[in-house]
């Protein structure tokens, strides 16, 4: 028997044991998972060009992650501030707003939350609960100036938002250095430790606050909630498929931008605070590290949808949580972290795009081979 | 001894700007074909540590300016077949390939950071450096202030004066009529934005090899951004382009002499370090808003015309679209 006849009988075979829709969906999977990967092949290749051994570094990762209950713990801390902020960009995204000024939300939340734990000698419950509503209330100025700058000044959101981000960096150091500088001189290192009302309480021993993990899931369910299940969430949309369709069906374009902004400075400063409160206990120049441009590049991975915010941000945190592991035992730089990540995202939009030309191209041949009608209007 | 003082500050002016008049120059041609390039910060960090890191394991200084120049055309190539052959948003494309080039130029760059190395040679060029003032200020560099100052001239001369230029902003401005002229579009988009990323990564060699020598974290610091505001706020014109690296230049040398000023001490130096950044709101505000044009109404009407076309650009057409053709 030929090889061909075997091959056309294991076909057959596979095609009568799957149903179509179960092929469709093993298919999808493994398109889905080629950008992880192309990402990881990236890596490796790097990893040997500098002569480390790939494996142990992704084992030096995982382990770093995922080695004890208290490296989980770290994970799970690390995921709160991405999730809030993830949420938050995907509204602005859906608004069809790049918001890439988080990273200064988050600076001004932890500022005025700082501000509320310095000043304020109150008890730990009501204590709390003000630095998280002063940090709301921070961050959703701050996202507010940007919306502002974008409506009123048309500087486009992406530099307003960049701008912001340097502007509020320079003014936590400020701060940092001149009102709010320790007894002992001031250092790159922060402030004094808060009072011990001020700190968020942790589980046990384990580094992460079971309130601030709440406080994160509960906003990804109002997000889905309010994005799918009210008007504003519907104009939003509208705003960000089509923006001048949905200004002339009435949608009134500068209070919805406006909100949307201000929700996602909200939820960034909200993080803020949470920074300042659980994880560092005081405020430090640092205090946004990174995680407004990481957010982002959440957001693109869950396509601007909040319910799949919290699985992306697990992976993300892990890698975060694991990477410095790379700098203890091989003397690598933590970094490769931000390249693994960097390079699923953009492997997801290659895969992506590669996946939508294959289908162009098949629907011209079927065109041209007069399988199928001519489309009225081929949309880019 | 004032005129020596102001020449000598002119001409650290004219060198200090090397990078960011590099880097825009590059993103004007990019632009002006219809494509941003938004990967410009991660590019320039990328590229610099390429230049500095190659040019340090060989100690060959050309050979690093050539690896630079090839990471910044290897990124923008990225760019341009993600957006044009496979349509993506060319926004998205842009700022991952940025988070990642920075990461990566963080990642390889480890076993460089703070190491003392080669650099571009000071070569005054004969005769002409001898010009009293002029001299001084533009000819007494080494070849990257050379090339930044060619870079303008050159662009401006091939946008404007030749006529593949001419191809090159129809392109941009109104593809679907270039394309009935028979040009293939996305066929010159693919060139110029590599050639435009090329210049993005000599303007990293020159941040390496030239300015603030050597690698460390974070070495650029933002500068991308910068030159990406200022293609705007130069109105995509080469010499308004220019002009604005030079301005945005004059004013971070007086925030350092200011920085120096006993009164400033307490200041610390991240204000300074932020304070571009301000700038640059600032000046996107102003080629921008709607507020502009209330201030102008108090001019005269023949003066306000004046000032308003020489502070606001238009931008291309085509920017940032994709031209799907049928």
Same mark, same amino acid.
């Given at each position: ?8 009988f ?8 799957m149903?179509t ?10 398109l ?6 192309l990402a990881?092949l990236?890596?490796?290749l790097?990893l040997?060009?500098?002569g ?6 992704y084992r030096?990762i ?5 080695e004890?209950p208290?490296?989980i713990a770290d994970v799970v801390?690390a995921?709160?501030?991405?999730i809030?902020?993830?949420v ?16 200064g ?6 500022i005025f939350?700082?501000w ?6 109150w008890?730990?419950?009501?204590l709390?609960?003000?630095m998280l509503?002063a940090g709301?209330?921070?961050g959703?100025?701050w996202g ?8 009123y000044g ?6 307003g938002?960049?701008?912001l981000?340097y ?8 701060l940092?250095?001149n ?7 001031a250092?790159?290192?922060g402030t004094?430790?808060?009072?011990d009302p ?8 384990l ?12 906003? =990804? =369910? ?5 994005l799918r299940?009210?008007?504003w969430?519907?104009?939003?949309k509208a705003?960000g498929?089509?923006f001048?369709s949905a200004?002339?069906?009435g ?6 931008l406006l909100t949307?902004?201000?929700?996602c ?5 909200l993080?803020g605070?949470?920074?300042c ?10 205090i946004s590290?990174g995680?407004?441009y990481l957010?982002?590049l959440?957001a693109l991975?869950?396509?601007y949808r909040p319910q799949?915010?919290p699985?992306?941000v697990l ?7 694991g990477?410095?592991?790379l700098e ?6 933590s970094?490769?972290?931000?390249v693994?990540?960097?390079?699923v995202?953009l ?7 590669w996946?939508?030309?294959l289908?162009?191209r098949?629907?011209r041949?079927s065109?041209g081979a007069g399988l ?5 209007e081929e949309?880019a | 001894?004032e005129?020596? @003082?102001l020449?000598q500050t002119?001409s650290?002016?004219?060198a200090?700007s090397t990078?960011?008049v ?5 993103e004007?041609?990019s632009e002006?074909?219809g494509?941003?390039?938004l ?9 610099a ?6 040019a340090?394991t060989?100690?060959?200084?050309a ?17 341009? @077949?993600?957006s044009?052959t496979?349509r993506q948003?060319?926004?998205a494309?842009g700022?991952?390939?940025t988070m990642l080039c920075l990461?990566l130029a963080? @990642? ?6 703070r190491?003392?190395?080669p650099?571009?040679?000071?070569a ?5 450096s001898?010009i ?5 200020i ?5 070849l990257?202030?050379?090339l930044s ?6 662009a401006?001369?091939?946008i404007?004066?030749?006529?593949p230029?001419?191809?090159?902003q129809?392109v941009?401005e109104?593809?679907?009529s270039?394309?009935?002229r028979g040009?293939?579009v ?7 934005i590599?050639?435009?990323g090329?210049?993005?990564?000599l303007?990293?060699a020159?941040?390496?090899l030239?300015i ?5 974290h974070?070495?650029?610091?933002g500068i991308g951004?910068?030159?990406?505001a ?6 995509w014109s ?9 301005l ?8 350092s002499i200011?920085?120096r000023n006993?009164a400033?001490?307490?200041v610390?130096t ?7 950044f301000?700038?640059m ?7 921008s808003s709607?507020g502009?044009?209330?201030?102008l109404? @108090?001019l005269p009407?023949r003066l306000?015309r ?5 502070i606001?650009g238009?931008p291309?057409?085509g920017?940032g679209?994709p031209?799907?053709?049928?």
């Amino acid at each position: 028997m030929s090889l061909g006849l075997i091959i056309h009988f294991i076909e057959r075979i596979v095609k009568w044991l799957m149903p179509t829709w179960l092929r469709a969906w093993l298919a999808n999977i493994v398109l889905s998972l080629s950008p992880i990967l192309l990402a990881l092949l990236f890596t490796t290749l790097i990893l040997v060009a500098v002569g480390a051994p790939p494996l142990e570094a992704y084992r030096n990762i995982l382990s770093g992650a995922f080695e004890s209950p208290a490296k989980i713990a770290d994970v799970v801390a690390a995921c709160v501030p991405l999730i809030l902020c993830g949420v938050g960009m995907s509204i602005t995204f859906t608004a069809g707003q790049w918001n890439v000024g988080v990273e200064g939300q988050i600076i001004l939340g932890a500022i005025f939350a700082t501000w509320v734990a310095r000043n304020l000698p109150w008890p730990q419950a009501p204590l709390l609960a003000l630095m998280l509503l002063a940090g709301i209330l921070g961050g959703a100025l701050w996202g507010m100036l940007a919306g502002l700058l974008k409506i009123y000044g048309k500087v486009h959101e992406i530099f307003g938002g960049l701008g912001l981000n340097y502007v509020a960096q320079g003014l936590a150091i400020w701060l940092i250095f001149n009102p709010w500088k320790p007894a002992d001189g001031a250092t790159m290192s922060g402030t004094d430790l808060f009072q011990d009302p001020a700190w968020m309480p942790h589980l046990g021993n384990l580094r992460v606050s079971p309130l601030a993990v709440i406080l994160a899931l509960t906003v =990804v =369910v109002m997000a889905y909630i309010l994005l799918r299940g009210t008007r504003w969430g519907l104009e939003l949309k509208a705003m960000g498929k089509n923006f001048r369709s949905a200004f002339l069906l009435g949608v009134p374009s500068t209070p919805r931008l406006l909100t949307a902004f201000a929700v996602c400075g909200a939820l960034a400063g909200l993080a803020g605070a949470i920074r300042c409160s659980a994880r560092y206990r005081r405020m430090i120049p640092q205090i946004s590290g990174g995680q407004g441009y990481l957010s982002l590049l959440v957001a693109l991975l869950a396509s601007y949808r909040p319910q799949w915010v919290p699985f992306i941000v697990l992976f993300f945190a892990a890698v975060g949580v694991g990477s410095p592991r790379l700098e203890l035992n091989m003397h690598l730089d933590s970094s490769l972290g931000g390249v693994l990540e960097g390079a699923v995202v953009l492997a997801v939009i290659l895969v992506n795009g590669w996946r939508a030309l294959l289908a162009r191209r098949q629907a011209r041949q079927s065109i041209g081979a007069g399988l199928m009608p001519a489309p009225k209007e081929e949309l880019a | 001894m004032e005129t020596d @003082f102001l020449v000598q500050t002119l001409s650290s002016i004219v060198a200090a700007s090397t990078p960011v008049v590099l880097a825009s120059i590059g993103e004007t041609i990019s632009e002006k074909s219809g494509v941003i390039n938004l990967s410009l910060d991660g590019s320039i960090a990328l590229s610099a540590m390429t230049g500095f890191a190659v040019a340090f394991t060989t100690g060959n200084v050309a050979l690093g300016i050539l690896a630079a120049m090839g990471v910044g055309a290897l990124v923008a190539l990225i760019i341009a @077949f993600a957006s044009i052959t496979l349509r993506q948003e060319q926004v998205a494309v842009g700022f991952v390939l940025t988070m990642l080039c920075l990461e990566l130029a963080d @990642f390889l760059g480890n076993p460089f950071v703070r190491k003392p190395g080669p650099s571009v040679g000071h070569a005054p060029i004969p005769h002409l450096s001898e010009i009293p003032i002029l001299g001084p200020i533009f000819f007494d560099h080494n070849l990257m202030v050379y090339l930044s100052l060619l870079s303008v001239i050159a662009a401006w001369w091939w946008i404007y004066k030749t006529q593949p230029g001419l191809k090159l902003q129809g392109v941009g401005e109104r593809p679907e009529s270039a394309f009935a002229r028979g040009v293939n579009v996305n066929h010159l988009r693919y060139i110029y934005i590599v050639a435009g990323g090329t210049l993005v990564g000599l303007a990293g060699a020159s941040y390496s090899l030239s300015i603030k020598l050597g690698w460390s974290h974070r070495h650029t610091f933002g500068i991308g951004w910068i030159a990406l505001a200022i293609v705007i706020f130069g109105g995509w014109s080469p010499w308004r382009v220019a002009a604005g690296c030079y301005l945005f230049s004059l004013l971070k040398a007086l925030g350092s002499i200011l920085q120096r000023n006993p009164a400033f001490a307490s200041v610390p130096t991240q204000i300074f370090s932020s304070a571009p950044f301000a700038l640059m709101i600032f000046a996107l505000l102003l080629v921008s808003s709607e507020g502009v044009d209330r201030l102008l109404a @108090f001019l005269p009407a023949r003066l306000a015309r004046r000032v308003d076309r020489a502070i606001r650009g238009r931008p291309p057409g085509g920017l940032g679209k994709p031209f799907v053709q049928e």
